[in-house]
């Protein structure tokens, strides 16, 4: 055998043991540095919309136009139990351009309409699966979801907020994650259905309540979690709000204190009504066109046919998606109310609400007009509008109890860098993360259910990442030297004091920007490459090792 050979054969056997040993551990480390919820497909329906007001501003004061009782009365009722998750009917299958023909005949007869025919394009849409960040503003939602005793409360209040605490089950939905914490929060709103919703019984004799928004509300977010709305908590509540609607289409409260419906909770009604039965009244659906103002947009009041119109982007947004699953994506007045919101857009994807004093885009607003452009399939807007979203979620520079949170506006992110503690603040992100984060999962009303969705959701992981450095000396031995330290720009310990004392401007941040949040572990793939051209390199020079001294 030649001299060389026999020296090749060491080289190669100490080649191969570097490459097992760079190699394996690289591969293990990478294998623990993306830890993405997983989620299976589905197909139902979801809503994260503010049914009880014209807008979906969040306030630091109840907003709620049905009146908050100081004794809040529950049924009596055990909470439903939810083991069938299986998506309820929402029509007869028929196609867009055969449905809606259906439905102009129906509007004109007042008959049931066929409801929820999706177009094809929907199943191709922006966010076909939840996102990392919809599943991270999940986890947001189920850990203060849990704090709270499984339900919101009006801000700076101990009062119940049913539509929130609704708000926040769909978003979990929407996200595919939390499932323990919806069904947590389902249960106490089936126990406290007519604190929510408004006491009709004998507990109430000379004023009998029933608020039209909250209950088609409730009804979604029943059918969402695969609940039956007809036996919930001890009610059957679709009876209850097909009991509300008037001889002229409208869907109204039944209270002493007045009728507080609007447009954003007709389109409740409708959806809920066309979810759990597959139709709805064909005059309701037509008392909810004849809201369609000449500038395509819907107005937040309800109104007579002709009267004062003003558009509000909030209710086109909630009345666009009932338009989607009554008359189809490409049905004229769909197309019109779905352009008024895209000329509604901003340049970074926001949508700002119609209240004058705020004219700055919000995530409220922007997340139920993301949902209807995705039930409609527009995925540009719906994009644009997702990117605008993300950009405002709470990343590992803020404090721990603000991440993975959406803030209101970019006032409101900006404020939680110089004052993470301030409760208005959190009020805010509490009440705009829900709908928020159906948006940003790619969810409509139309389109998401609790089915799949994992038992538990992530929490943002900001624990120092571990970088290792090696330095060899002059006698041949090597030294390993560790830095560590948070994410740049991270707030490790989620101190209010500690989160205002580091700029993260200042440094790289791993997790710099707000759409790609940071996830713990190291940068490994250098060191599996090099493993991996070692352990390649000591096979090749084995095989040629052995040829060569079979052939000596």
Request: hydrophobic share 40%; aromatic share 4%.
């Amino acid at each position: 055998m030649h001299h060389t050979i026999r020296r090749a054969r060491p080289a190669a056997v100490l080649a191969l043991a570097v490459g097992a040993a760079l190699a394996a551990p690289g591969a293990a480390l990478a294998a623990g540095t993306s830890p993405a919820p997983t989620r299976t497909t589905t197909t139902a329906v979801t809503s994260t919309p503010s049914t009880t007001t014209p807008t979906t501003t969040p306030t630091t004061t109840p907003t709620s136009t049905t009146p908050v009782s100081t004794t809040p009365v529950t049924t009596g009722a055990a909470p439903t139990t939810r083991s069938d998750r299986a998506t309820a009917a929402a029509g007869t299958g028929t196609s867009p351009g055969t449905h809606e023909s259906t439905a102009s005949r129906a509007l004109a007869t007042g008959t049931q309409v066929p409801f929820a025919h999706l177009p094809a394009r929907q199943s191709a849409r922006v966010a076909a699966r939840p996102s990392v960040q919809a599943a991270y503003a999940g986890g947001f939602i189920a850990r203060t979801l849990a704090a709270r005793g499984d339900r919101y409360t009006y801000p700076g209040s101990t009062f119940f907020d049913g539509g929130n605490t609704i708000d926040a089950v769909l978003g979990l939905d929407g996200a595919g994650v939390g499932l323990d914490e919806a069904d947590a929060a389902t249960d106490y709103l089936a126990a406290h259905v007519n604190a929510y919703v408004g006491d009709p019984g004998a507990k109430n004799p000379s004023s009998p309540e029933t608020y039209a928004g909250p209950l088609g509300k409730l009804v979604l977010g029943v059918v969402a979690q695969g609940g039956d709305p007809t036996q919930f908590g001890g009610q059957d509540l679709v009876s209850r709000l097909q009991g509300l609607l008037g001889p002229d289409g409208r869907f109204s409260d039944k209270s002493a204190y007045g009728d507080y419906s609007n447009t954003i909770g007709q389109s409740l009604d409708l959806i809920a009504l066309g979810r759990a039965t597959g139709s709805v009244p064909g005059a309701a659906a037509q008392f909810l066109l004849d809201q369609q103002c000449a500038d395509d947009g819907f107005r937040g009041d309800l109104g007579p046919k002709g009267g004062a119109c003003a558009s509000d982007p909030d209710a086109t947004a909630f009345a666009t998606q009932v338009l989607v699953g009554l008359r189809g994506a490409d049905d004229a007045l769909t197309v019109k109310a779905l352009t008024y919101l895209s000329t509604h857009q901003r340049a970074d994807g926001g949508i700002g609400n119609a209240d004058p004093t705020a004219p700055a885009a919000n995530a409220n607003t922007t997340g139920v007009a993301a949902q209807a452009f995705a039930a409609a399939g527009w995925a540009a807007q719906q994009k644009r509008a997702q990117s605008f979203l993300a950009s405002l979620q709470f990343d590992c520079r803020f404090a721990a109890r603000l991440r993975g949170g959406i803030a209101f506006t970019a006032a409101d992110f900006s404020l939680a860098r110089t004052k993470p503690g301030d409760q208005g603040l959190l009020d805010r992100t509490l009440r705009a993360t829900p709908q928020a984060t159906l948006g940003l999962a790619g969810g409509s009303l139309l389109t998401v259910s609790a089915e799949g969705a994992a038992a538990t959701a992530p929490t943002l992981s900001c624990q120092p990442t571990t970088t290792t450095t090696t330095t060899t000396t002059t006698t041949a031995t090597t030294t390993a030297s560790s830095t560590s330290g948070q994410p740049a720009g991270s707030a490790g310990t989620g101190d209010a004091a500690s989160d205002q004392r580091s700029d993260p401007a200042s440094v790289p941040a791993a997790s710099a920007a707000p759409g790609s949040l940071a996830f713990t572990g190291a940068e490994v793939s250098g060191l599996v490459l090099l493993g991996t051209l070692l352990l390649l390199g000591g096979l090749v020079a084995t095989v040629l090792a052995r040829r060569k001294g079979a052939h000596a």
